[in-house]
Nanobody
């Protein structure tokens, strides 16, 4: 069964940076578009950034200019470089296919907390 394992989160001060990683098991992930999503307490999960199998990227307005999504197909890994972090970026971050399948299966996610 395909699995997604997110890592790289942590506690960071406002203005700091983090690099999140998503390791995917299952070769299918090399050929599909992928996204990073996040869910803040009390809020719905939202798309942060997406990347096509060809490497084209798209970003939510709230993170545009501060975040870069990338992928390494050889490692079956998707990354999210986050700079100039703000308290409102605090959330659990997940990766998954984009768009989401009808019944998505989620990993545990990785917690990002931006606080002084």
């Amino acid at each position: 069964q395909a699995q997604l394992v997110e890592s790289g989160g942590g506690l960071v001060q406002p203005g700091g940076s983090l690099r999140l990683s998503c390791a995917a098991s299952g070769s299918i992930f090399r050929f599909v578009d992928m996204g990073w999503y996040r869910q803040a307490p009390g809020k719905q999960r939202e798309l942060v950034a997406s990347i096509t199998s060809g490497g084209s990227t798209n970003y939510a307005d709230s993170v545009k200019g501060r975040v870069t999504i990338s992928r390494d197909k050889a490692k079956n890994t998707v990354y999210l470089q986050m700079n100039s972090l703000k308290p409102e970026d605090t959330a659990v971050y997940y990766c998954n296919r984009y768009p989401l399948p009808s019944i998505p299966s989620w990993g545990r996610g990785t917690q990002v907390t931006v606080s002084s």
